[in-house]
């Protein structure tokens, strides 16, 4: 018999969902026993200290409810995103429902036992998280730090075409800049070959202790501002009037979303039905909902002062003052908890009833196990990699060719691009030319929805390999990471400097993947790829303000180097090598500093396919050991600390010629650290073998001193010397913004000299020499505006 899901019938098992998953939501944030109030409530039963949050629960419990109803009667490919902060029961609530939940966690069934267990963990010592943490089914965004739900739902349904992420948004959340900032996502939705994101704004009034902005306009201006960022508004009130006039009968509510839900589901399948009908790729103005809803929806209407509570600020956490050690208002919860008529929901064993269970989604199609929210599930494909080495550059000797590695790399990238036509992508905040990944930019283009006009604009196309359109890394880094989360693979291309503005998002995105290992039925997830380029040595039109390498010190601070990689590759080659390492990682963070000036290129294909591999290697062509102890060992890593320490390297073997130089190129700087805190770094004897105990190490790095002082530290090594950047800059010219930092060949061969006693007794004029030359250059680039000779015309001619 078919059912009739428009019918007021079932409208009452939308609402009997609604009313049971609040039930549950309350008992998780205040019991561990009894959860059916069969006999008076008991101290002992209470939690210790209620810990969690009400105000955002039952309205978005609500939505849940209305979207198992769409997805029951249209067939629907969904899954759920809670942008709200704090809405930890919500999911867990509503998988438990529908089964979910004690088919992940068995020890959790759907009987009185396992009703009191599921009360029990929720924001408890062992069990589950107040946010929607990786431990949540359906989960794929924690929503702890505010503002990227709508951006993860956006990178998840592309390349998705059957998919409807149905993202909730706090009207708090609304306010930050990210989310703010991701109201342009649907410029970037092709609606042909990607899915749909129907954002619903939660509007119910109140933060932490203020109103909301958004909820004190009327929807006049609501409907005017969204219509003006593009979308197709439709408001929504539980208000009789306006938000302090009374509530609408919880029926009428429950009739006029049916109807609401219909409309814009509808509405979405219409777009998408005309746009690959008839091959329509103009932007459409998809819809959105506003739903105006008291903050702490059927809650406690007042406090003990005669405040209100519902419909205010105080319904925010925990509303009402009863804990195991505080029972004098328990009345006040029994009437809550009864207040949902928890008889009509679950039977006395407490299985939920048929009432309850009619709005239940079955199989894969419950968002609370939909593939797309747990890595793709089994559709997720692994990446399909081309031959690195057939984009390699080729040259007799070490520097003798001059590339930019950006525009080399962008080659392989078109053709990992051209391999995984629905499977990788890349993003920007309109740097991508910039940045000189021009052969993916002219192949791949930039996917936009907006008009073109040509010649004006350049490489636009309704589909693209490229989201670069839209100048904020907030937008790019969330859906990077919606995109992999739902098991695709991609990279986030923007300059050095500025991957700061989304450092604490990859360190989000680091804490979601360290606690979704734990959980044994979460798939795996692609790397997350994040390139650092126009680094803090070369910045020609930009200066000071673009000077920043410290998002390598701020991921090493996190000490996961299981999740977290930093690559410093020194040329082209090193980055191709590096790369498919990167592209083939599982569950990490891979950082790639790389430069994309012209620089020289040092290490065949083979030498940087060994340096990648193990991290970092000895370079016989740049020593003069001849594998005896050396009498300096000189390391770096990335472009100019390599080119510098070779330039030095140079100097001092024409100076010395009888000096012992051992020069380690590094490209995974994590290696360097000691195996306690890695336990993939080198060995305590091939460290020693490498930089032997007594033997000074001049290290060029590219980051911030304290970083490599720390893992030298860890190694229990005092005699390095780290020649870094030094928080000093300027517009200048590229060979000053070294000398400044004191990273250039003149100070490291100045350093090392004067590091070795035997040399420093006897090195007075080759010391004058390196500052006759640096003051030199201090007065060369003010006369001439441009680096001297002695500089930009020195080639490796080999020590040999």
């Given at each position: 018999m078919a059912v009739d899901y428009d019918s007021k019938?079932?409208?009452?098992?939308?609402?009997?969902?609604?009313r049971a998953a609040n039930y549950l939501s309350v008992g998780q944030l205040f019991l561990m026993d009894n959860p059916l109030l069969k006999h008076d409530l008991k101290a002992s039963e209470v939690?210790?200290?209620?810990?969690?949050?009400?105000?955002?629960?039952?309205?978005?419990?609500?939505?849940?409810?209305?979207?198992?109803?769409?997805?029951?009667?249209?067939?629907?490919?969904?899954?759920?995103?809670e942008g709200s902060g704090h809405g930890g029961q919500v999911m867990v609530s509503n998988s438990y429902l529908d089964g979910s939940y004690s088919e992940l966690y068995p020890e959790i069934q759907q009987d009185e036992k396992g009703m009191a267990k599921l009360f029990k963990r929720f924001s408890f010592p062992g069990g589950s998280a107040s946010h929607a943490a990786p431990e949540t089914p359906g989960s794929m965004h924690e929503g702890g730090e505010l503002g990227y739900s709508l951006s993860h739902g956006t990178g998840a349904i592309l390349d998705n075409p059957d998919v409807i992420a149905a993202v909730e948004i706090g009207d708090g959340e609304a306010e930050t800049g990210p989310l703010a900032a991701s109201w342009f996502s649907d410029k970037f939705i092709n609606p042909i070959k990607d899915g749909a994101v129907l954002p619903i704004l939660q509007i119910n009034g109140f933060k932490i202790s203020n109103p909301t902005i958004v909820s004190r306009m009327s929807d006049e201006e609501l409907t005017k501002y969204f219509e003006g960022m593009g979308w197709h508004?439709?408001?929504?009130?539980?208000?009789?009037?306006?938000?302090?006039?009374?509530y609408k009968d919880h029926m009428q509510v429950h009739e006029e979303m049916a109807k609401l839900m219909d409309t814009v589901i509808e509405e979405i399948k219409a777009i998408q039905k005309n746009a690959r009908e008839n091959n329509d790729e103009t932007l459409p103005h998809w819809p959105m909902i506003i739903f105006r809803v008291p903050k702490g929806w059927t809650g406690p209407t007042t406090d003990l002062d005669g405040n209100p509570i519902e419909n205010s600020f105080r319904a925010h956490q925990i509303p009402i003052p009863v804990a195991q050690d505080d029972m004098e208002h328990k009345d006040m919860l029994v009437d809550w908890l009864e207040s949902y008529k928890p008889a009509e929901l679950f039977d006395e064993n407490g299985v939920p009833t048929e009432l309850?269970?009619?709005?239940?989604?079955?199989?894969?199609?419950?968002?609370?196990?939909?593939?797309?929210?747990?890595?793709?599930?089994?559709?997720?494909?692994?990446?399909?990699l081309p031959d690195y080495r057939k984009y390699a550059l080729e040259f007799d000797q070490p520097g003798s060719v001059e590339a930019e590695d950006m525009t080399e790399w962008a080659k392989y990238l078109n053709e990992i691009a051209e391999l995984n036509p629905d499977n990788f992508r890349g993003f920007g905040p309109d740097e991508t030319k910039s940045n000189r990944l021009f052969k993916f930019i002219d192949e791949q283009k930039r996917q936009w929805e907006g008009s073109v006009h040509t010649p004006n604009d350049e490489n636009l196309a309704?589909?693209?390999?490229?989201?670069?359109?839209?100048?904020?890394?907030?937008?790019?880094?969330?859906?990077?990471?919606?995109?992999?989360?739902?098991g695709r693979h991609g990279f986030f291309a923007t300059y050095e400097s500025f991957g700061r503005v989304v450092d604490s998002m990859l360190t989000q995105h680091m804490k979601w993947l360290r606690k979704a290992k734990e959980q044994y039925w979460r798939k795996d997830y692609p790397s997350l790829n994040f390139v650092a380029t126009s680094t803090v040595f070369q910045q020609d039109h930009n200066g000071y303000t673009h000077q920043d390498p410290g998002i390598l010190t701020h991921l090493y601070e996190k000490n996961r180097p299981d999740l977290i990689h930093e690559y410093l590759p020194a040329d082209t080659n090193s980055l191709l090598a590096v790369s498919q390492k990167a592209f083939t990682d599982r569950e990490c963070i891979n950082v790639l500093v790389t430069s994309k000036q012209e620089r020289?290129?040092?290490?065949?294909?083979?030498?940087?396919?060994?340096?990648?591999?193990h991290g970092l290697s000895y370079i016989d062509w740049a020593s003069t050991d001849q594998n005896a102890k050396p009498d300096v060992v000189f390391a770096s890593t990335e472009t100019e600390p390599t080119m510098e320490s070779l330039a030095a390297i140079d100097i001092l073997h024409k100076n010395f010629p009888e000096m012992k130089i051992r020069y380690i190129n590094v490209i995974d700087v994590m290696k360097l650290m000691n195996t306690t805190d890695n336990?993939?770094?080198?060995?305590?004897?091939?460290?020693?073998?490498?930089?032997?105990?007594?033997?000074?190490?001049?290290?060029a790095w590219h980051g911030y001193k304290a970083m490599m002082q720390s893992i030298w530290f860890g190694r229990n090594r005092s005699n390095v010397h780290i020649h870094c950047y030094e928080e000093e800059g300027d517009i200048t010219t590229p060979f000053d913004m070294r000398v400044v930092n004191?990273?250039?060949?003149?100070?490291?061969?100045?350093?090392?000299?004067?590091?070795?006693?035997e040399y420093a007794e006897k090195s007075a004029g080759f010391v004058a020499e390196m500052d006759r030359l640096l003051a030199k250059h201090h007065q060369y680039i003010r006369d001439n505006g441009k680096d001297m000779p002695e500089v930009t015309e020195w080639k490796w001619t080999g020590l040999k």
């Open positions: 019938e079932f409208l009452k098992s939308v609402d009997a969902h609604w939690k210790p200290k209620p810990i969690g949050h009400w105000g955002t629960i039952s309205p978005q419990n609500f939505i849940y409810a209305h979207l198992n109803r769409v997805i029951k009667k249209y067939g629907l490919d969904m899954f759920y995103i508004p439709y408001i929504i009130s539980a208000y009789n009037g306006g938000e302090f006039d009374g309850v269970t009619a709005d239940n989604v079955t199989g894969d199609s419950r968002m609370a196990v939909n593939p797309i929210t747990n890595g793709g599930g089994d559709k997720a494909k692994r990446l399909n309704p589909s693209g390999r490229l989201i670069d359109s839209q100048l904020s890394e907030h937008q790019d880094e969330g859906w990077l990471e919606g995109y992999v989360l739902s020289p290129q040092w290490f065949s294909i083979d030498e940087a396919t060994k340096i990648a591999n336990p993939e770094a080198i060995s305590d004897k091939e460290f020693e073998e490498l930089f032997p105990t007594d033997v000074p190490v001049i290290f004191e990273l250039d060949r003149f100070h490291l061969a100045k350093d090392a000299v004067l590091s070795m006693p």
